[in-house]
């Protein structure tokens, strides 16, 4: 497994190398294979079993545990997180189903795509103490072990948002059908 260490010296005032705690660790890494949709069920279990085997016999080789297991949703990463009693954050796209509402501006086709990928990403969610969605548009998390990272953007890429709704509202106006959805009809 491909292993990266840091170095703990600092420079203190001149050119003098003073040691100190560190404050940085060592990062182990570990390749897996991934568990993909045509396998079997038997298949899939296979590889569960040998990815959390294989965790624990790293840490046995090395005598190195870990603080922290940080997932991309993967079931036998956070099996393994919740086995050893170690914290487990869930990182991906799909988390910012799992973690906010959906906009009020999607219509009853996107809010049912929407309500589709919360249902898929919520199973990636359940063994993750925390959950970290990835987004660019500016969402709010409901959930209180959730937040949702926006990447830092220019201000007129932010304003085309703006923009686009304000668009969107002149040249259309909101109605709700009697199912109860909300769509866009042109303006006539």
Known sequence: SPQQSHDNRTASGGNDQ????????TVTVIGVTSI????????????????????????????RYPLLVVSDGDL???????????PCVSVSHGMTFVTADAPEYLNGK????WDVQRRL???T??????????NFVGLESVRSSGV??????RREVLEMELERRRLRSRCCRRETTSAGETRLRKRK
């Open 36 to 63: 993909v949709p045509h396998l079997s069920i038997l298949s899939a279990l296979s590889r569960v079993i040998e990815r959390l085997t294989s965790d624990c016999e790293v840490a046995l080789r090395t005598s």
């Open 76 to 86: 036998p990463g956070m099996l393994r997180a919740k086995f050893g009693g170690i």
């Open 18 to 25: 003073e040691e100190r705690p560190s404050t940085e660790g």
């Open 121 to 123: 990403n919520t199973r």
């Open 110 to 113: 996107e809010k049912l795509a």
């Open 125 to 134: 969610s359940y063994f993750s103490d925390w959950q970290i969605g990835t």
């Open 148 to 153: 949702i990272a926006q990447p830092a953007m």
